[in-house]
Structures are given as structure tokens and as C-alpha cells.
């Protein structure tokens, strides 16, 4: 199981496209089932304090997972998620990317 949430400071030009981008992204690279798709885009620009450094667009992408993942596994899809939010108009110095594990049984 996972669940993605993806927060942004700005607003992107096609939403449908980044989270259909992003489930391919977990089904490519963490091998999810194409039926489990459970993705929120929180576009707030108003409300979203980023590092004061890193001006322009960012982005906070937290993955919560219900197993850990092997090294390989988890820098692969780091990378991949990079490429994705540069993609979609993020620059990769403005994006934090957080997974969590959250083990089965504590899913509901």
C-alpha cells in the first residue's frame, strides 16, 4: 500500500497529468498494482512557507509506504521523482522528498 501527497508552493499547468505521472512513477519503480492509486496534489501558494533560500516553485513529495526499501530501490525512485517534478516545472535544488513507513498493520 502507499500513499502519495504531493505539495507544492505554486500551481501546475495540468494536474491530471502530474498525478497520472506520479502513479507511473510508484507503479515503475515500487511495483504497486495499477489499481492502487491513492495520490493528493495540494497546490497552495498562499499557505506553503518554503526554505527562503530556494526561491521559485517547490516542492514536498511524502511517500508513505507499508514496507521498507532496499537502497537501490529507494535512490531510484528519488531520481526518477526529480526528473518528474523538473518535468512538471520544479527545479530539482526545490523539492524535498520524504518516504515514510508505516508497517500493514497499522493501515485501516
Known sequence: ??????TLNTTV???DA???????LMQQTLDIPPEERLILIDENPESFFS???QPGPFALLEITL???LET?????????ATVLL???G???????????????ENWA
Open 90 to 104: 520544479i527545479p530539482s535544488s526545490n523539492r524535498r522528498i520524504l518516504l515514510r513507513h508505516i508497517p500493514l
Open 1 to 6: 500500500m502507499t500513499l502519495t501527497r504531493l
Open 18 to 24: 502530474l498525478s497520472h505521472d506520479l502513479h507511473l
Open 72 to 80: 537501490q530501490t529507494r535512490d531510484n525512485l528519488f531520481r526518477q
Open 13 to 15: 499547468a495540468n494536474v
Open 66 to 68: 507499508n514496507q521498507e
Open 51 to 53: 526554505p527562503t533560500d
Open 86 to 88: 523538473t518535468h512538471h
